[in-house]
């Protein structure tokens, strides 16, 4: 279908002239080999706004910082004794600032205090640190309580008690009751139950599937926007570090800036940041017409489906879309491109944006990548451990 539909379509030869007849003239757009030959470059030292392709340096800045394995602690603390399936005090949650715990992962908690003798608290609820649940801050942690009494979506329930560790056949989500307000004093905290997000990696790659900004504060995770900033210009040749521009890590800043070369440069640095933990960039960017989210539905045909890796970029009261990826061919290898469009309407954009592509798709003799997408829930991913020892003094 793909070459068909090029080879009637009258494309120009040579893939500068093919750029200003798909994309038009001034639209920003750079193609280049694993070496960094050049194969395509027009307006691509103009640095416009990326949207979220913003994601990627943040990516790598996080992947710097702490490694494809880490994981984030949630830390939930008992303020007194447990008698009698009621903890006598508060719990406490101690958060590192997981930005991926949401119903599911809290009715996996709430499954293992229950397996710790605890029904209900007579206290309430307190946070410690900063505490993410169902991608928004909870700072005073209401909605999490809501969920440990069982307030949750049926589909999450569903998810948690379908696990090999949980195997539950009742219907109705397991609950903890939180009888009374939380102790303003603070009290000795025992810990109880202490839960590990899913990896790094996997986490990284769920957000840019779906481009949640979410990324947002993970980027202070890393350090913050001008330590994300400061990393990318150093991955970078120094002729490229003026083209980038970041005022925050997920791409909503109306200062952020990149220029098709510096997005091309920041790819490689992320597929050379992976490799040396043998990773790639399907293990924390979407391929497309194969993963869910914003590029499921894009460059899926039957003859283009897993052939691109990338992210994509929109944001629309900017007039900016982008896309930036690489293509495994056969004729090239590894290339890599960017296409940072600005004052367009976004969806006369994209379907520049993915003409394009299956044009290098079809010059190039686009191959799939060898990838196979992890289709578990996510909460199948998290690791959850009860203390050594519960308020009792029983171990565990």
Not at 36 to 55: E, I, M, N
Not at 369 to 383: F, H, M, S
């Amino acid at each position: 279908m793909l070459g068909a539909a090029l080879a009637h379509a009258g494309e120009p030869r040579d893939l500068n002239a093919l750029a200003r007849s798909i994309l038009g003239r001034g639209q920003g757009v750079d193609v280049e080999t694993a070496d960094g030959t050049v194969l395509l470059a027009q307006a691509a030292d103009t640095a416009v706004h990326p949207a979220s392709v913003s994601k990627i340096p943040t990516s790598l800045a996080l992947l710097r910082r702490f490694g494809a394995e880490y994981r984030f602690v949630t830390t939930f603390a008992a303020s007194g004794p447990v008698h009698d399936g009621v903890l006598a005090g508060d719990l406490t949650v101690q958060s590192e600032g997981d930005p991926s715990f949401v119903d599911e992962n809290a009715l996996l908690v709430v499954e293992r205090l229950r397996a710790l003798g605890i029904q209900r608290i007579s206290g309430g609820l307190r946070i410690q640190g900063d505490f993410t649940f169902d991608w928004k801050p909870d700072t005073d942690g209401e909605r999490l309580r809501l969920a440990m009494s069982g307030t949750v979506p049926a589909a999450a329930w569903d998810a948690v008690r379908a696990l090999p560790s949980i195997a539950s056949d009742d219907a109705t989500p397991p609950r903890i009751d939180m009888a009374g307000a939380a102790d303003a004093d603070a009290a000795p905290l025992q810990p109880l139950v202490i839960h590990r997000s899913q990896p790094l990696l996997a986490l990284a790659k769920s957000l840019n599937d779906y481009s949640n900004n979410i990324f947002k504060p993970l980027a202070d995770a890393a350090g913050g926007a001008g330590a994300v900033q400061a990393l990318a210009r150093s991955v970078v040749p120094p002729a490229l570090r003026e083209e980038i521009v970041l005022g925050d890590g997920a791409g909503t800043d109306p200062t952020n800036r990149l220029s098709p070369r510096a997005a091309v440069s920041l790819l490689r640095a992320l597929a050379r940041e992976l490799a040396a933990s043998r990773h790639g960039l399907v293990d924390i960017l979407p391929v497309a017409g194969v993963d869910q989210g914003t590029l499921h539905e894009r460059l899926s045909a039957a003859d283009e489906a897993g052939r691109v890796v990338g992210k994509t970029g929109t944001y629309g009261d900017y007039g900016a879309s982008a896309l930036v990826g690489a293509i495994r061919s056969a004729d090239r290898g590894v290339v890599y491109f960017a296409i940072l469009n600005h004052d367009l309407p976004v969806p006369e954009a994209r379907r520049r944006q993915d003409r394009l592509v299956r044009a290098l798709l079809l010059r190039l003799h686009g191959l799939p990548w060898p990838y196979q997408p992890d289709l578990r829930p996510a909460v199948a991913r998290a690791e959850l451990q009860s203390a050594d020892h519960d308020r009792t003094g029983a171990s565990r």
